[in-house]
């Protein structure tokens, strides 16, 4: 008679069939608590890949602090140059050519703008950086023509 009950469905045997049911749909089913769960994950795997690179890498902090300073360095200069040569032009007797002066050293300074990014993203977002870097990339492919 056991036999039976099991082939035929007892109690047990129904119980069982059902949680095999809702096990294969729940596979099936993405909830939006499993997609928050996993994209918790994929967030704390990135900030710790981030903070095991920042880790392993102490011994350059000197030589990437000295290139931040450097290039934001010729960034804020080409600012200012740019700035200063454009207030110059204001009172100049030939103030095409220094505006145009202004023009090309402004637009290095904008060509550089995409280091900048990545510096100030490194120093202050680091969380973040996998967002700024596609930015900043792009910006270092485009270039301009600065013989207008």
């Given at each position: 008679?056991?036999?039976?009950?099991?082939?035929?469905?007892?109690?047990?045997v129904v119980k069982e069939g059902i949680s095999m049911i809702r096990d294969a749909g729940d596979a099936l089913v993405?909830?939006?608590?499993?997609?928050?769960?996993?994209?918790?994950?994929?967030?704390?795997?990135?900030?710790?890949?981030?903070?095991?690179?920042?880790?392993?890498?102490?011994?350059?902090?000197?030589?990437?602090?000295?290139?931040?300073?450097?290039i934001t360095g010729v960034w804020l200069a080409m600012y200012a140059v740019s700035m200063i040569v454009n207030v110059?032009?204001?009172?100049?007797?030939?103030?095409?050519?220094?505006?145009?002066?202004?023009?090309?050293?402004?637009?290095?300074?904008?060509?550089?703008?995409?280091?900048?990014?990545?510096?100030?993203?490194?120093?202050?977002?680091?969380?973040?950086?996998?967002?700024?870097?596609?930015?900043?990339?792009?910006?270092?492919?485009?270039?301009?023509?600065?013989?207008?």
């Amino acid at each position: 008679m056991g036999i039976l009950a099991k082939i035929f469905g007892s109690s047990d045997v129904v119980k069982e069939g059902i949680s095999m049911i809702r096990d294969a749909g729940d596979a099936l089913v993405y909830t939006d608590e499993e997609k928050a769960g996993d994209r918790q994950a994929a967030k704390m795997a990135e900030i710790n890949a981030i903070i095991q690179w920042m880790d392993t890498t102490k011994g350059q902090n000197l030589a990437r602090r000295l290139l931040a300073v450097m290039i934001t360095g010729v960034w804020l200069a080409m600012y200012a140059v740019s700035m200063i040569v454009n207030v110059i032009a204001i009172w100049a007797t030939n103030p095409e050519q220094w505006r145009l002066t202004a023009t090309v050293i402004g637009g290095f300074a904008n060509q550089m703008n995409g280091a900048m990014m990545l510096i100030l993203a490194f120093y202050f977002a680091a969380p973040h950086m996998s967002k700024i870097v596609d930015g900043a990339l792009s910006k270092f492919g485009k270039t301009q023509d600065l013989s207008k």
